[in-house]
């Protein structure tokens, strides 16, 4: 069973800057999709940044792009969200997904996409 860890949330101000990461493990073979989305209170859940593991060809929602960069590194089985410039509204539960399924390529910013979830890390931006 595959497993992912995030960490590296926390509390910052206007501004700041924050570095995620997501450790995979007990994967049966290489993931093809990797990638965070959060949710905020009353909010449904939003794809945020996700990679596509193997070109490392990365998307991003409108809301963070020049501000937050998805990255790997394929040797510690980590993916990883610097996230610069928060804002208030970036405030919310920050999850990791993967997927083994090359379909997951078609539609790589839908959660529908995604078969493994990390527990979530919370990120907090005060203004």
């Known amino acids: 069973q595959g497993q992912l860890v995030e960490s590296g949330g926390g509390s910052v101000q206007t501004g700041g800057s924050l570095r995620l990461s997501c450790a995979a493990s007990k994967f049966p073979y290489r993931r093809y999709c990797a990638g965070w989305f959060r949710q905020a209170p009353g909010k449904e859940r939003e794809a945020v940044a996700t990679?596509?593991?193997?070109?490392?060809?990365?998307y991003y929602a409108d809301s963070v792009k020049g501000r937050f960069t998805i990255s790997q590194d394929s040797a510690r089985n980590t993916v990883y969200l610097q996230m610069n410039s928060l804002r208030p509204e970036d405030t919310a539960m920050y999850y990791c997904?993967?997927?083994?399924?090359?379909?997951?390529?078609?539609?790589?910013?839908?959660?529908?996409?995604?078969?493994?979830w990390g527990q979530g890390t919370q990120v907090t931006v005060s203004s």
């Open positions: 997904a993967a997927d083994l399924r090359s379909s997951c390529l078609t539609q790589i910013m839908s959660s529908s996409s995604y078969d493994y």
């Open positions: 990679i596509n593991v193997f070109t490392y060809h990365d």
